[in-house]
Each structure stands twice: as structure tokens, then as C-alpha cells.
């Protein structure tokens, strides 16, 4: 059975995400230790609240340098909701601007739609070849944020292979799920999103 | 398409246990709040609620004990209300499992529990639910809503559209609004305070209080609900989650 990391740097309900991964077939361990998130065949870095406060609470357990780390070896890492958020370059939240993970270009900024939080279920918009939605493309998953990536112009070359981005719309335009090689992120919450979300997380530990 | 009408039973808890009476389906344990969840999860609820009526702290750490064990056999979004006053009680709840927490009466006693709940935990755990009636003429609020409290026996002295702005301001990510004037009616839900409210806030809105009929419910979004609340409907089988789905998509309104 595949081992995987729940990453703990904060408070929040983590024990969810622990339940849905241990559901999806997967031995889940709880920790914010360097070491054992290095290890682990894939690391979940889950998020709640607010950008600032993640990316602190992340660079205090080195979570950062853990993620980087494990791209730089081709080790899977998925984010979840603020956990995906802070992979990217910074994030604003009411003026305040904090430095991201940087592991892909972009701003996390206020959704610009007539009820924000955006609160529910919705729909996304995958694109061809993906792996995380595979057999449940026409499924909602549940959402909550009120922030989001609302531009990403994706550059290939030669060399690279631009990422695969799944879009939502809540009355504006975001980034719902990000797969690029090792590194794949939701901005919903798959642990949260019933038989599709599970349906998500197990097609996650297959490729661990 | 856009994201989905929500529809959320709310189970009434006690020292643990489903207190309202719940006489559908074959349930082994009725009073047992993880099989009624898991219930409802089966049958399409997007959401459940949890209002913990408990007095007592040893009947709130059961309900604690309760949140956890649903957390782990459910997979849907829950909220869980009734007592919480302060940051503690939040981060308790999110431990065990609640992924957000409504507030009431603390909130109404001191504003300022929003904000810091908000800036700990973020807007998105923060529910503020308003019992909210028609302001009788002798204490007259400039909307014509007024806050109360007791289960709505008793007038807050707060005018209740100000108040769920006041809040929004301050933090709330979203707002539960409860018709006390329609609850318990079965009339239908109490549609211009519903739109009062819309009009008012940009968060989302859970509409509560006087569903009785499938045709209920499309109107309440109408008027602006991004969500629809019930406890007795679901729980005496007059409704059932799926029915009042098929209704609200039959009235053009997008659900899971």
C-alpha cells in the first residue's frame, strides 16, 4: 500500500483529508515532520485560511523546501485548496501580498463575482489527458474560496510541457485543478466532494 | 451551469444524539446522528448542519466525539452551530472534523467574535446564522426585520439586515437566515426577507424556516437563497432531498 503524507502545519479540519485519502486506499500519516513528508510515496498539502498565514505556518515546518525537494525528484505532491494556492507565485489578500512557493507563475487574487465565498458544488472544465478526473469529467466538486488564479497563459517550448489546467467558473474564471508531472493541485476539496472527490483521490495514489 | 443549489438537512442534536424525530426509512438507530448522515449523503444532501442544543460540557465534548465520527464516514461538507462563543470552541470543532461553525447569540452579544474568527480561521468556516422576524410596530427597525433570540421569543434590539451586514463586514463568509415568522408554518419560506437580505450581502445565503412542499423551494432561490435549509420535512420523510433536487431543477436552478 502507498504511504502518504497529510501535511500538519496549522489548524483546520485535517481529519477529512486523512479519512478520504486512508478511503481511497492509501496508509496516511498526519505530520508536519521534514523528514517523513520527504519520504512519503506522495505528500498532500492540504490549506485553510488565509494565504499569509499558510505560507507562515508552511516555511516554519521548511514545507516549502519539503515540496521543492520532492519536485526536484519527481515525487508527487498534490495541493489542496489554500495548499494550491500557495504552490504559486504569490498570493493578495485584502492589499497584503505574500510571497508563494513559486513553483508556477501567477497571482492568487479576490474572485471577482456577484457572491463571494464561492461556496458549493460546481462543475469544471478538464481538459484532454487528464489523469486525476479521469471517469468522472461531468462530475461537481465542492468548492470554498474567495480567492483563485483568475489568468494563467500557459508558454510551452520545445522542451517543456505546459501544464494541464482544469478551469471552474463561479461567475468569474479560476484555475480548479492544476496537473503538471509530479505537482498537481485542486482548488475544491476532493475529501470534501463525496464519491467524485474519492473517485479523484484514488486516481491521485495510482500514480504514486 | 454555475455552481449548484444547495440543499442541506439539519439534524438537532443533544448530548450526541438526534433529538427532533426522525420516523423514515429503516434506520437501526434513529437517534444515531453518523447513520442519519450517512443517510443523507446517500440520498443527495450537498451539506449537513448539526445545531447542538446540549447545556452542558459533558454533553458538548459527545458532541464532539459525534462531529468526529461523522467526519470520518462522510464525505460532505458540515457545519455544526449552538453555543460556540469564542475561538476555542472554534478550533475545537474544526479539529474534530466540522469544516465550518456557526455562530449566533455570542456573535449578537459581542460583534467582535466575527473578526477574530475570521482572521484565525478565515471567512470561509464562519457561518453567522440570524433568527430574524418581522419587527413588530412598538420596536419599529429601519428594514422592518428584527433580530431575536430564545428561538424567537425574545427581540435582540438589532435591526436584522443591518446586522447581517454588520457581520459580513466584520468576517462571516456566510449567512444562515432564519424566518422565525414562517417556521414551523409549512407555508413556504419567508420570501422578502430572504430578498431583504440578498440585496444587502454578497456572501452566500441559506434560506430557513417554513418549507413544506417541493414548490417551496424554487422560489426561495428565486429570491435570492444560494442554499436551502430543513430539519422536518426531511426528517418526518414529507420530503425527501432528491424530491425537492428534481423540483428546483424542473424550475431551471442548477443542482448536483
Redesign the interface.
Given at each position: 500500500m502507498k504511504k502518504v503524507v497529510v501535511l500538519d502545519y496549522g489548524?483546520?479540519?485535517?481529519?477529512?483529508a486523512v479519512?478520504?485519502v486512508e478511503?481511497a486506499g492509501a496508509e496516511v500519516t498526519l505530520t508536519g515532520d521534514f523528514d517523513a513528508a520527504l519520504e512519503a510515496d506522495g505528500l498532500l498539502v492540504p490549506g485553510?485560511?488565509?494565504y499569509a498565514a499558510c505560507m507562515a505556518g508552511l516555511r516554519e515546518i521548511k514545507g516549502d523546501r519539503v515540496i521543492g525537494r520532492r519536485l526536484a525528484g519527481g515525487r508527487p505532491v498534490l495541493g489542496i485548496c489554500v495548499g494550491m494556492q500557495v504552490l504559486f507565485e504569490r498570493g493578495i489578500e485584502h492589499g497584503v501580498e505574500t510571497d508563494g512557493c513559486d513553483e508556477w507563475p501567477g497571482v492568487v487574487e479576490r474572485l471577482q463575482a456577484?457572491?463571494?465565498?464561492?461556496?458549493?458544488?460546481?462543475?469544471v472544465d478538464v481538459p484532454t489527458g487528464t489523469t486525476l478526473f479521469d471517469g468522472i469529467e461531468g462530475e461537481?466538486f465542492?468548492?470554498?474560496?474567495?480567492y483563485g488564479v483568475r489568468d494563467w497563459t500557459l508558454v510551452t517550448n520545445d522542451r517543456t510541457k505546459a501544464p494541464l489546467v482544469t478551469w471552474a467558473?463561479?461567475?468569474d474564471r479560476f484555475v480548479a485543478a492544476v496537473e503538471n508531472g509530479p505537482l498537481c493541485a485542486t482548488q475544491f476539496?476532493p475529501?470534501?466532494?463525496?464519491?467524485a472527490?474519492?473517485a479523484l483521490l484514488r486516481n491521485w495514489i495510482g500514480t504514486l | 451551469?454555475?455552481?449548484?443549489?444547495?440543499v442541506i438537512p439539519c439534524l438537532d442534536v443533544h448530548g450526541g444524539r438526534v433529538v427532533k424525530g426522525i420516523n423514515f426509512l429503516d434506520l437501526r438507530d434513529a437517534g444515531d446522528p453518523v447513520e442519519l448522515a450517512r443517510t443523507y449523503?446517500a440520498e443527495g444532501a450537498?451539506e449537513l448542519t448539526f445545531l447542538d442544543i446540549s447545556a452542558s460540557h459533558e454533553e458538548r465534548a459527545t458532541t464532539m466525539e459525534m462531529v468526529?465520527r461523522c467526519?470520518?464516514?462522510v464525505?460532505?461538507?458540515l457545519t455544526v452551530g449552538g453555543g460556540v462563543s469564542s475561538t476555542a470552541d472554534v478550533?475545537r470543532l474544526?479539529?474534530?472534523?466540522?469544516?465550518?461553525v456557526a455562530v449566533n447569540t455570542a456573535a449578537i452579544r459581542r460583534p467582535e467574535l466575527v473578526a477574530e474568527i475570521a482572521?484565525?480561521?478565515?471567512?470561509?468556516?464562519l457561518v453567522l446564522s440570524v433568527d430574524a422576524r418581522r419587527a413588530p410596530e412598538e420596536a419599529a427597525t429601519d428594514s422592518g426585520w428584527e433580530v431575536t433570540t430564545h428561538g424567537g421569543r425574545q427581540s435582540a434590539g438589532l435591526d436584522a439586515i443591518a446586522w447581517a451586514k454588520q457581520a459580513c463586514d466584520l468576517g462571516a463568509?456566510?449567512i444562515l437566515l432564519n424566518a422565525m415568522d414562517a417556521d414551523g408554518t409549512t407555508d413556504g419560506f419567508d420570501l422578502d426577507l430572504i430578498a431583504a437580505v440578498r440585496h444587502e450581502v454578497?456572501?452566500?445565503v441559506i434560506a430557513s424556516g417554513g418549507a413544506g412542499a417541493v414548490d417551496h423551494f424554487p422560489p426561495a432561490v428565486d429570491a435570492g437563497a444560494?442554499?436551502v435549509l430543513a430539519a422536518t420535512v426531511f426528517h418526518f420523510g414529507t420530503l425527501r432531498i432528491g424530491e425537492v433536487k428534481d423540483g428546483l431543477r424542473a424550475a431551471g436552478h442548477p443542482v448536483?
Open positions: 489548524s483546520g479540519n485535517l481529519r477529512s479519512r478520504a478511503r485553510v485560511g488565509a456577484p457572491v463571494v465565498p464561492h461556496m458549493g458544488w460546481n462543475t461537481r465542492y468548492f470554498v474560496h474567495s467558473d463561479a461567475g476539496h475529501e470534501k466532494s463525496g464519491d472527490g474519492a | 451551469m454555475g455552481v449548484a443549489v444547495r449523503d450537498d468526529s467526519a470520518e464516514e464525505f460532505i461538507p478550533d474544526l479539529r474534530a472534523g466540522a469544516d465550518k482572521d484565525r480561521f478565515g471567512n470561509q468556516v463568509g456566510e454578497t456572501v452566500p444560494d442554499a448536483r
